[in-house]
């Protein structure tokens, strides 16, 4: 039986500023604000500093970049964002580009991992490979040493120990994606004590419980500052570029926020608006065609998908217009190329995935064709987002949810708007009028208050493995073996945490059991699973997984003697302590350190 102690689970140095990095699948940013002025006045957001990025292919100016990085030909950094697109198409342009690494949207690569790794490859626009690792952590490195920056423009003496660092991840993501993000961030500069990983979701609902009512756009007009008033209940959907990320919360009386439901979602971000219109590009130049340019210049996908990226925002339900949007020359040129002459200014209609035959035609360098099948390039992502979200809602029906926040990037496309309103007319609907920022800023607010945020739910069961004596009547064969003459059985999931619990913000459970360690092992010492199920009775079941360990790789207990570990569940990482008599040792830590 599980023991709880409460601690601080502000466990980290005193602070004079907060900067949160929101590191996006298709852009990135960062904002800032001072311990004196959020103190003063928390509600007062405008003390909130954002960087402003330009373009210099729009030469648009931005409150965030493209999640885009260029590597040389020697795997050394060269550029982030915007100036990375662009020096990519320059490299391009002038027919450079092949020995470079350039990469984007790379952080769907942490989308599916389950268990801790020790090494994942991304491939860049050529299909060359890197260490996750490395591109993750310059592309940190990179908005860590930019927001410094920025930060000592308007105050000189500043350190690096003096800012308290958020970065936000989605909450639908793994323990060992968290881990792998924190250590990212580790490895790009921050110091371990200082950082603080923030769950977009969350973030984005601590930014609109602080907005002032003129801020927030509701379907019929908020009437009053009522909508997150304690006892409130509302539903949050996050939605980026790569994935969706929902969950539910309560506004107690304490104005405190707990969980009602689990951190659930899946991977229908803005992304797959994009993968439909690409799709639609290859059916308009045809198979051969594509298949040159893939083998060849597969850059030119990259152009177009970026053209594509400013112009879908321009799409809108029900519209009498045309959308037009720009397509890179050399489609037209290969296209002539391979039919021996013949114009792609000639093809009239183009017959799609979903068995449509869709007029379209040319203006120039642009292709245009009716809204109302431009429409079309939204309809998957939007109908699997809507589903989801009503699916949701229905099972958990004595929640008394009211009402949907809609934020993220994708939360300002007018096709999705729509979309979730005329789905959910019957509920209030929020999209605060900076809905692309609403993370970024609610992270700084989580910096500076992360106790808001009371109670989560446990995403798995979390347990540990361990070997009892061996029950015939209880125990599996196949679990069965011999040690000092006494049959014993191994790898019994011994349950801390069941799926769906409420858990504490600052509760540590102690673990009913007395660990000693043989040796230190290269990997570290203690397994942690989880499990989908509620009670799993093996380690090694189909629904259960290995997530990482509990002692780090250079842990200094010493073999042989007692240790008593302590586990923390309610924070937005899993957290450690280890203490032992003998040595002395101390141990706080989070998985994956």
């Known amino acids: 039986m599980a023991e709880y102690i409460q601690m601080d689970n502000a466990q980290q140095k005193d602070y004079l500023i907060v900067g949160a990095i929101d590191f996006g699948t298709t852009f990135s940013g960062y904002a800032f604000s001072t311990k004196h002025d959020f103190l003063k006045d928390p509600r007062k957001l405008g003390n909130i500093s954002i960087k402003h990025w330009a373009d210099p292919i729009s030469t648009m100016t931005y409150n965030k970049t493209s999640t885009c990085i260029l590597f040389t030909e020697e795997r050394i950094f060269d550029k982030f964002g915007f100036e990375a697109e662009a020096k ?94 924190r250590k990212s961030a580790i490895e790009a500069g921050i110091d371990s004590g200082m950082l603080t990983i923030a769950l977009e979701p969350e973030a984005a609902a601590l930014y609109v419980k602080h907005l002032p009512v003129e801020k927030r756009i509701c379907e019929n007009e908020c009437e009053d500052f009522e909508t997150l008033a304690p006892g409130s209940k509302y539903i949050v959907v996050d939605v980026g570029g790569g994935t969706v990320d929902i969950t539910a919360h309560e506004v107690l009386e304490d104005d405190h926020v707990r969980e009602l439901i689990k951190a659930t979602g899946g991977n229908w971000g803005g992304t797959k608006v994009d993968e439909e219109y690409m799709d639609f590009i290859k059916r308009l130049i045809g198979e051969d065609t594509a298949r040159y340019i893939d083998e060849n210049t ?204 409420i858990v504490s913000v600052g509760e540590y459970r102690k673990i009913d059991k007395h660990f000693h360690i043989k040796d230190c092992k290269e990997e570290g010492n203690f397994k942690l699973y989880a499990s989908t199920l509620k009670s799993p009775k093996y380690v090694d079941e189909e629904d259960c997984f290995y997530i990482g360990h509990i002692l780090s790789p250079g842990h200094e207990f010493l073999p042989k003697h007692t240790i008593y570990i302590d586990v923390c569940f309610g924070e937005t990482q899993i957290m450690f302590l280890a203490q032992q008599p003998k040595s002395d040792k101390f141990f706080l830590c989070y998985l994956g350190d």
């Open 88 to 181: 990519y198409l320059d490299l391009i342009l002038d027919n450079d580009h092949e020995n470079w690494y350039f990469f984007r949207r790379f952080k769907m690569s942490l989308y599916e991992i389950q268990s801790e790794v020790q090494e994942i490859l991304v491939e860049d626009e050529t299909g060359k490979t890197m260490s996750a690792r490395k591109v993750f952590s310059e592309s940190l490195r990179f908005l860590v040493n930019s927001l410094f920056d920025e930060v000592r423009k308007q105050q000189t003496d500043i350190k690096m120990t003096d800012i308290r660092w958020v970065v936000t991840v989605p909450a639908i993501w793994s323990d060992p994606a968290k881990a792998f993000m």
């Open 298 to 501: 597969p850059s030119v996908f990259f152009e177009s998908c970026r053209e594509f990226e400013m112009a879908k925002r321009t799409i809108k339900p029900n519209s009498d217009g045309k959308f037009n949007v720009r397509i890179p020359s050399q489609f037209g040129e290969t296209y002539s190329l391979i039919h021996c002459g013949r114009e792609l200014k000639s093809v009239k209609t183009v017959f799609t995935k979903y068995e449509k035959h869709i007029t379209v035609s040319f203006t120039g360098d642009k292709l245009r064709l009716k809204s109302k099948d431009a429409e079309d390039f939204f309809a998957e992502s939007v109908t699997k987002i809507a589903d989801y979200l009503s699916e949701l809602i229905e099972q958990n029906g004595d929640n008394d949810i009211t009402t949907i926040i809609l934020v993220g990037g994708y939360a300002e496309s007018p096709m999705l708007i729509e979309g979730i309103k005329s789905r959910f007319s019957h509920m209030r609907v929020i999209i605060p009028t900076e809905a692309a920022w609403s993370i970024l800023l609610g992270a700084v607010i989580f910096g500076h208050s992360p106790n808001l945020i009371k109670h989560r739910r446990s995403k798995y069961t979390y347990g540990i493995g361990v070997n009892k004596r061996f029950k015939p009547s209880e125990h599996d064969e196949k679990h069965k073996y011999e040690e000092n003459g006494e049959f014993r059985c191994w790898g019994l999931f011994s349950k801390l945490v069941e799926i769906d619990e």
